[in-house]
């Protein structure tokens, strides 16, 4: 079965601290998908970045970076000099297979708050 | 262009009743999927339409019923109200296949149950 865990309820930061949200994953497909997304007060869900099982490589986005390592089932996200706009629930999710039919399974969020 | 947009925006409903929220899939976007957000946790999945069928379905009781008219757009239904039903209601269009392309989120409809 599908489970993305994220351990960390919320999370507390100064402006300009860096931070990194924790995400754990569970799947028995050797194709999926990772993908982060952030929930800001207004609600409506917003894409950051999505990984495929196939691609390990590690990037940076700006001020976002991303660490996915699949020995460990593990898909971290990083914000680099956080500011308060930053501040929302952010969310991993898990997509698995191929064609129509996919669906995201969402781990519980981190709120983060990013104090001026 | 405009992105996913549902209506309402909020919805107090007695226990026992109906509702019907609405959904318009983002432009060239062919799938919606529907997902349910109770306080404070993520969100879950519902079922999913594509060529007005519904292709995939979370676990969730028939009570819970939608459609996908030709223009894509899409339609959540909800018999019989429980108090559990209060939640976020979501709506996400994507393109279907190949690939697993990001899925772009409505601001959703907050669904009050008393």
């Known amino acids: 079965a599908q489970k993305v865990t994220q351990a960390q309820t919320e999370i507390s930061v100064v402006e300009k601290e860096d931070v990194t949200l924790d995400c754990v994953y569970e799947t028995r497909d050797t194709t999926y998908y990772l993908f982060w997304y952030k929930q800001p007060p207004s609600g409506e869900l917003v894409f950051l970045i999505r990984r495929n099982s196939f691609d390990e490589q590690n990037e940076i986005s700006g001020r976002y970076s991303w660490n996915f390592q699949k020995s460990t089932s593990s898909f971290n996200f990083t914000i680099t000099a956080s500011q308060v706009v930053d501040s929302a629930v952010y969310f991993c999710a898990l997509s698995e297979g191929w064609g129509y039919g996919q669906n995201f399974v969402f781990g519980p969020g981190t709120r983060l708050s990013v104090l001026p | 262009d405009a992105g996913v947009t549902q209506s309402p925006t909020h919805l107090i409903k007695t226990r026992g009743q109906q509702v019907t929220l609405r959904c318009s899939p983002k432009?060239?976007?062919?799938?919606v999927s529907w997902y349910q957000q109770a306080l404070g946790q993520g969100p879950q999945f519902i079922f999913q339409y594509y060529e007005e069928e519904e292709r995939q379905r979370g676990n969730f009781p028939d009570r819970f019923s939608g459609h996908q008219f030709p223009n894509y757009s899409s339609e959540l239904n909800v018999n019989a109200l429980l108090l559990g039903d209060s939640a976020l209601y979501l709506c996400?269009?994507?393109?279907?296949?190949?690939?697993?392309?990001?899925?772009?989120f409505g601001q959703g409809t907050r669904l009050t149950v008393v």
């Open positions: 432009s060239g976007h062919d799938t």
């Open positions: 996400a269009s994507s393109l279907t296949p190949p690939g697993h392309t990001e899925a772009f």
